[in-house]
Structure formats: structure tokens, C-alpha cells
């Protein structure tokens, strides 16, 4: 049964700095990451996703993956507290089931 | 682009009774679909994978007895909470994938009184 560990548990940011979250799986065929905000009371949303290792960019957020460590890291720089939230990562192995960590959750502070 | 609604929103019900939550996908063509609960303070746990030509797949602790799932097709699911007891109170998300990229409805939030 894939597992897939987040940490920290909870971070605490000064705004304008930067937020660093990881994310491992325990499959050795993880194929593929999703990173999701969600914020207090609302569903899901998807910031990027990730199947290929390197580095993908999207504005202010940044997933890196590594697939030989099976660990992916999402960084948001300038955070701001608008970016405070749940943050989940996802991961699938070769199939369509999606398995999800428990999440980190983010708090950018004024 | 793709979208996947969830009716109804939220809902209450009774302890004891049942309600029936529905997903569909609009703008491409759903290979599968997970329901998933976040209960309160918890993550997102997996129901059921339901993907085409397969039988719908129930995790450990849940039951097609309990969450009955319809797949009649390739866009629309439904998922039955029979028998609502407090601790089935939550978030119900329907996740719809056409293989690559995965999309979630904005959930139905079930409250048990």
C-alpha cells in the first residue's frame, strides 16, 4: 500500500520569504506528483504537477523531483499570506490510483 | 477546458438515513474516477477507484455495502452514504482523471445530525 509522507507538519514564514515543502512516496513506481492548496473550508486546488526529474517553474512556485529518492519539493518564493493554507501532495504509481500525504500546513505571517 | 461538478454542495441528513452525492466531468473524457473523504481535522482518504471496464476498487475500511458507486459512463458518477452515522461527516471529493492530470470537484460537504 503506497504511503506518502509529508513534513513538516506545519511552517511558519515571514511574508516575502521563502516556503519549502517536501514530499516522498514509499512506491518505488511512483510515476507521478500533484501539489494541491487548499484552503480552510474549501476543496482542492491544483498548483502543478510533476512527472519528469528536474525542476518545474510556475510564477512564484517551484516543484523539483527525484525520482531515484522518490521525493518531490514544492518552494514557493515572496510567499504571502494569501498563500497561507493546507498544502497536499499526491502521488500515483503506475496506475490510476491517487494516494494522498497529510499535508503541511503553511503560514505566511505579515 | 475540463471541469468536474459535484451536486449537491452540501447537505444534511439525519443519522440513520442516506443521501446519494454526484459527480460529473465536463470537457474531456474521465478513464476514472475516485471518490475520497476528508473527515474533519484528517486528510484525504481514498473510497473507491471506479476506472472503465474495471470493477469499482474499495479501500480497507470502506464498503460498497456502505458507499454504494454508480459508473454508468464515462462522465458522471454517483456514491450513496447509506446509513449516515456522525463519523461519515465530511468533505466528499470526486476526482475525475484522464490518465495524466487529475481534476476534483468542489466536493459535497456532509453534515450528520
Known amino acids: 500500500q503506497q504511503k506518502v509522507q509529508q513534513s513538516p507538519e506545519s511552517l511558519i514564514v515571514p511574508e516575502g520569504g521563502m516556503a519549502s515543502l517536501n514530499c516522498t512516496s514509499s512506491d518505488r513506481n511512483v510515476d507521478y506528483f500533484w501539489w494541491y492548496r487548499q484552503h480552510s473550508g474549501k476543496s482542492p486546488k491544483m498548483l502543478m504537477?510533476?512527472?519528469?526529474?528536474g525542476e518545474k517553474e510556475e510564477g512564484r512556485f517551484t516543484v523539483h523531483l527525484n525520482k531515484a529518492s522518490l521525493h518531490t519539493s514544492l518552494h514557493i518564493r515572496d510567499s504571502q499570506p494569501s498563500d497561507s493554507a493546507l498544502y497536499l501532495c499526491?502521488?500515483?504509481?503506475?496506475?490510476?490510483?491517487?494516494?494522498f500525504g497529510s499535508g503541511t500546513r503553511l503560514l505566511v505571517s505579515p | 477546458g475540463a471541469l468536474v461538478y459535484q451536486y449537491p454542495r452540501r447537505t444534511i441528513c439525519k443519522s440513520g438515513t442516506s443521501m446519494r452525492m454526484e459527480c460529473q466531468a465536463v470537457?474531456?473524457?474521465?478513464?476514472?474516477v475516485a471518490w475520497y473523504r476528508q473527515s474533519p481535522q484528517k486528510t484525504f482518504e481514498l473510497i473507491a477507484l471506479s476506472t472503465v471496464n474495471s470493477a469499482i476498487k474499495y479501500e480497507q475500511n470502506f464498503t460498497q455495502e456502505k458507499f454504494p458507486i454508480s459508473h454508468p459512463n464515462l462522465s458522471f458518477s454517483s456514491m450513496t452514504v447509506l446509513n449516515a452515522y456522525l463519523e461519515d461527516r465530511g468533505l466528499y471529493l470526486c476526482?475525475?482523471?484522464?490518465?495524466?492530470?487529475?481534476?476534483f470537484g468542489p466536493g459535497t460537504r456532509l453534515t450528520v445530525l
Open positions: 476526482g475525475a482523471r484522464d490518465f495524466y492530470e487529475q481534476y
Open positions: 470537457g474531456f473524457q474521465a478513464t476514472s
Open positions: 504537477s510533476i512527472f519528469s526529474n
Open positions: 499526491a502521488a500515483s504509481a503506475g496506475g490510476y490510483k491517487v494516494v
